[in-house]
């Protein structure tokens, strides 16, 4: 079985998204499918601090501290790029607006429920930043993770056991081992990669999955 | 007449009281107004609830701030970042309180403030640790969280352009909180790069229009890198 490196994740994401569209990469991971997005697609980058048609980071050299993305990293502004505050940054995301935004998660529940902002553990400093907002605040929500944590447990699970980002939000989770729509009537899972059967998956991650 | 500019940053910050609840802009360094945070602390306020995206960068601005020992509580959305010793320092040890904010709702929060809002549901943090004890509604088959105004005595912000008015332009992604807090104190005072004559900006581009606007400084600083 050949599990997918970060690169090809990314890309598995960035082939469905659609030219036109809004989209928030969230930071970590995601943030990767930015240098993937397929020739040929106009896609306008959404950062939460305020900037739509946000560009590549610039040479070095170039850097502007007042030019950054959420991760606070220096980033371009692309033509048609606009700059905004924050109260109509989150209402892009609230009043759904952007048509994808793309997350790294802990865990996803077979419900959609996500989780990805806290460990919950007791000497943890809580930060949420814009995780809440994202999770309800884009038509499609999308998750980029790995399946299986490093030791092996798995990532999509029943119900979450982190504290919750948002509730029956995820639309759909590209993993390294396939990707899963989380429907009403259970999780699809597609595109697993070679060597691996629809039971075997099913024997790894603990839940229940049809082939969709 | 109305001119809002003032000579010095000690005149700028003047009379802000003890116990006062201050917003101060920025995300990162990125709109920090940090001449203006220096100035609060050589005029020495205390007791201050801060009102900010995150709670200070390595050892200057907010991080500063919060160093005197003056901050009695934080409300911000990210206080743990690479460089946040200062802040994470005095919450363990118990010397500050923390409330975590969603980004989204401490800005509708603000916002709301200026907009004179009595409070307002919003679907972020339903079901969450952070909508626990909080009054809860269905509207239209989706559920939302009631969540109320962020009324402030004191904003800081920083902007790049004013005029005596007090009209403002900011400078790229530095904008971040800068319009929503001005509209939520009761003493909005910018710190800006240049003051251009009445006229000279563009109506049709002005960002925070004056009425917004307390007091207006010239404060020559180079930005510091978020990363």
Redesign the interface.
Known sequence: MNKLDRNAMAARVARDIPDGAYVNLGIGLPTLVADHLPEGREIVLH?????LGMGPRPAAGQ??????NAG???VT?LPGAA?????D??AM??GGHLDICVLGAFEVSIAGDLANW?TGKP?A?????????LA??AKRVFVLMEALTKDGRPKLVRECAY?????ACVSRVYTDLATFEITPDGVLARDLVEGLTLGDLEGMMGVELRAG | MIDKIVPTLEAAVAGIPDGATVLVGGFGTAGMPFALIDALIAQGAGDLTIVSNNAGNADTGLAALLATGRVRKVICSFPRQHDSWVFDGLYRSGEIELEVVPQGNLAERIRAAGAGIGAFFTPTGYGTLLAEGKETRRIDGRDYVLEYPIHADVALIKAKTADRHGNLVYNKTARNFGPIMASAAKLSIAQVSEVVPLGALDPESVVTPGIFVSRVVVAHEETPPSW
């Open positions: 950062t939460e601090n305020g900037l850097e502007d501290p007042e030019l950054i606070k990293q220096p502004t700059f905004f505050h924050h109260a940054s989150f995301m609230r806290h000497d400093i809580p930060a949420v930043g814009g995780a809440m907002d309800i605040g504290p919750l980002t948002g509730k």
